[in-house]
């Protein structure tokens, strides 16, 4: 149910109508028969008001007819109908007397115009004669209630991605496919009206009616322009060569004469015009080596062959032989370099996981902002690269087979295998120290991956033992008195990709350091080692 406020007629503090001029007043287009109706009044006069009446008419030239009445209280007005057309409303309201305002519906303008269209548009297209810059397409959108500004235009490339086009300038109804485009000959057409109705066509250009008229506004649009190729500019010529044959006279021998055709304005030296205009060579960076997990040392540019703006990385301060991350949503950092006057069109991330035989495209920035937010497909090894194409629609070629990507990243979701294996007194001797045995796996092991920690109970609190161990298997531990005569230990292992695991000790560790002191008899005096230093000798032994 579609709901539009309804600008009431109601009684003021002091007794005048308030109205709208039906000149000034905007109609609204709904393509469903069900519209609510708010009523609009001020509510100090609210209980003023006894009834309010529901005018409506099916046309500027049709007549009032009363349609519904509520009481004044009643905050909207439901209006159905089944017939499309134009509906005038107005709102007359009833006080307490009996008087009603206004008094002659006949002579106010409305309060609303809606007008009811469920029809969706017709759309058809004409291929006009190409040009320089591309094919230009005419769409021709057939509706009572036509909204040309919201016309979209598709061509299909031989990736099978369909790619939008703006119109072209002061032309709302006309599209050029660029020349450079490699394309199927497929479009499509998006229309639209006023109501809200759309409807979708699909073409194929070369069964696709050919206009008449070879001097249409768009043939004539596209011989002053600037185009961009490369991200270089080249001027079209601001006028096409009239080749209208000039009258002529025949030669001794019957052939003609090279003055046989001549512009209107000047004479066209056919010899020594130039077989065809020359494009600005562009240095073709030379392939970087397809090596694994191989990042460029500097900002690596990929260049489509129609492409205007490139692309650069932004590389991490260490570069490293490949991106190793433990999620599979990433964001991918880059920056878009020599923007032509179109600006930035499209921006695209493809990856393959077979390197690079063969890409699929991941997804599309739409911010185009240098950032985009992409989700891998899974764990594994992806080649990743961004292309970009301009405004008007060059570029964003997508990569090729045997092409190198720009980086590698690789997924790694999987922990590491952590075992702690015993925790026991030295067995080699009784020096007080603890030997601490694990075994840690996985693919991506850190250098020095191990984390010892201890606690007096499970629950923690943890206190380091060591941090930063290679994966030798053993760490002799000396523990401190402090710690108790016993304690949990905990294993953890890091992995490059930020994956950790993490084991401990099922029963707490005996941290007795397995030394026990002996004592011997080595005499027996009657005065203290200690007094004034005297050390008197043992006193001898006697016997019977």
């Known amino acids: 149910m579609s709901r539009l406020v309804l600008a009431a007629v109601g009684l003021g503090l002091n007794g005048q109508a308030f109205a709208q001029d039906s000149r000034t007043l905007p109609k609204s287009y709904l393509n469903k028969g069900t519209v609510q109706l708010p009523i ?85 297209v004409q291929v006009l004669p190409s040009t320089p810059e591309g094919q230009p397409i005419r769409c021709e959108v057939h509706d009572t209630y036509p909204d040309p500004s919201k016309t979209r235009f598709f061509y299909q490339t031989r990736d099978q991605i369909w790619r939008s086009l703006e119109c072209l300038s002061g032309q709302p109804d006309t599209f050029c496919i660029p020349a450079q485009a490699a394309h199927t000959g497929m479009i499509r057409v998006v229309a639209s009206d006023l109501a809200g109705n759309s409807t979708t066509r699909e073409f194929n ?32 010529p601001p006028t096409l060569p009239d080749l209208t044959p000039a009258p002529t006279k025949a030669l001794a021998s019957g052939g003609v004469s090279s003055e046989a055709f001549t512009t209107t304005s000047e004479r066209v030296d056919l010899a020594a015009m130039p077989s065809q205009v020359p494009l600005p060579q562009v240095p073709v960076a030379e392939p970087a080596p397809k ?44 920056q878009i370099e020599q923007t032509g006057p179109s600006g930035v069109g499209r921006v695209e991330i493809w990856h393959t996981r077979d390197m690079g035989q063969s890409w699929q495209k991941l997804s599309e920035d739409a911010n185009r902002k240098g950032q985009a937010e992409i989700d891998l497909p899974g764990e594994g090894v992806f080649g990743v690269t961004i292309v970009v194409g301009n405004g008007r629609g060059f570029g964003a070629n997508p990569p090729q087979p045997g092409d190198t990507p720009e980086w590698w990243i690789e ?36 250098a020095e991956p191990i984390d010892l920690y201890c606690a007096v109970n499970r629950q923690g609190p943890w206190i380091l033992i060591a941090k930063g161990l290679k994966n030798d298997g053993l760490y002799r531990w000396n523990p401190a008195a402090s710690i108790g005569t016993h304690a949990f230990v905990r294993l953890t292992v890091h992995d490059q990709a930020g994956n950790s695991a993490s084991c401990e000790s099922v029963q707490p560790v005996p941290l007795d350091d397995l030394s026990r002191p002996r004592g011997r008899l080595v005499g027996v005096t009657t005065t203290p080692r200690t007094v004034l230093g005297h050390n008197p000798g043992p006193l001898p032994p006697t016997g019977n």
């Open 40 to 124: 609009q009044i001020d509510d100090r006069v609210r209980p003023q008001i006894q009834e309010v009446q529901l005018y409506v008419k099916d046309g500027p030239q049709a007549p009032w007819i009363l349609k519904d009445k509520v009481p004044g209280t009643q905050p909207s007005f439901t209006f159905r109908t089944t017939k499309e057309g134009e509906y005038w409303f107005s709102v007359v309201t009833v006080d307490r007397s009996g008087r009603s305002l206004p008094a002659d519906v006949s002579k106010e303008p409305p309060g609303l115009i809606v007008v009811i269209d469920s029809t969706p548009p017709q759309a058809d």
């Open 205 to 236: 250009l070369a069964s696709a009616p050919v206009a008449a008229n070879t001097t249409s506004p768009a043939l004539r649009s596209l011989t002053n322009v600037v185009v961009e190729n490369l991200g270089e500019k080249i001027a079209l």
């Open 291 to 334: 090596t694994p997990f191989s990042m460029p040392s500097g900002p690596d540019i990929r260049r489509g062959a129609d492409t205007v703006p490139t692309v650069a990385a932004k590389q991490p301060d260490a570069p490293a032989k490949r991106y190793l991350v433990n999620n599979t949503h990433v964001f991918i950092d880059y």
């Open 411 to 446: 997924v790694d979701t999987t922990k590491p295998r952590a075992e702690l294996l015993n925790v026991r007194n030295n067995p080699n001797g009784d020096d007080g120290t603890l030997h601490i045995t694990w075994s840690a796996q996985d693919k991506n092991l850190h």
